[in-house]
């Protein structure tokens, strides 16, 4: 009896670790510090798998934080140091509505009026953002991750002195620059 309770209980302790798959992170080094992302293949998967794309293509290495609002919201993955737009694939439909909400340190994707007009650049928001959500049918903001550590970095991002740049405002006076961005495995 107890070499049937034995096995019952490994074979469950083994099922357990594995019920719940890891999810995605990824780890940004600025020239300000670093912070980990966590992302959401099950709520977003088209946004989660278009943004991994882009970190595994290296794509926004050496890209700024090109739109920092305070009490709002930090916001890159378009321009260079010297504010030239580097060109993303594709769109990506939206997928807000039904998805999870904009809540402080939650990543979104940035987009134009049309609800479907995302690509490469996100934001972070720094604070509770609940008129990026969906309401109803009507699209909102798509929430695809959260920072799990380093938000002190983002803090201090979204508090920094903004200037207008080229017709751009809120950038930066001194440049946030992005110097690197991997996967890591959850927990290293």
Do not use: C
């Not at 594995?18 to 992302?37: D, I």
């Not at 050496?62 to 769109?91: C, K, W």
């Amino acid at each position: 009896m107890r070499w049937l309770f034995l096995a019952v209980f490994t074979t469950f302790l083994f099922a357990s670790q594995f019920a719940v798959a890891e999810q995605p992170r990824v780890v940004f080094k600025t020239n300000v510090g670093a912070f980990e992302v966590e992302v959401f293949p099950d709520e977003a998967p088209v946004t989660s798998e278009n943004f991994l794309a882009y970190v595994d293509a290296s794509f926004f290495e050496d890209l700024i934080f090109h739109r920092v609002i305070e009490n709002f919201m930090v916001q890159t993955g378009g321009y260079t140091a010297d504010m030239e737009l580097r060109e993303p694939g594709d769109s990506i439909i939206n997928e807000s509505v039904g998805g999870p909400r904009n809540l402080r340190g939650t990543l979104s994707m940035a987009r134009l009026r049309n609800p479907d007009s995302a690509s490469a650049q996100f934001f972070i928001n720094v604070t509770d953002n609940a008129h990026l959500d969906a309401r109803g049918d009507r699209p909102g903001y798509a929430v695809f991750g959260r920072v799990v550590s380093g938000m002190d970095v983002v803090d201090a991002i979204s508090q920094v002195d903004t200037t207008v740049v080229a017709g751009m405002s809120d950038v930066p006076v001194e440049r946030i620059v992005i110097t690197s961005v991997r996967r890591v495995n959850p927990g290293s």
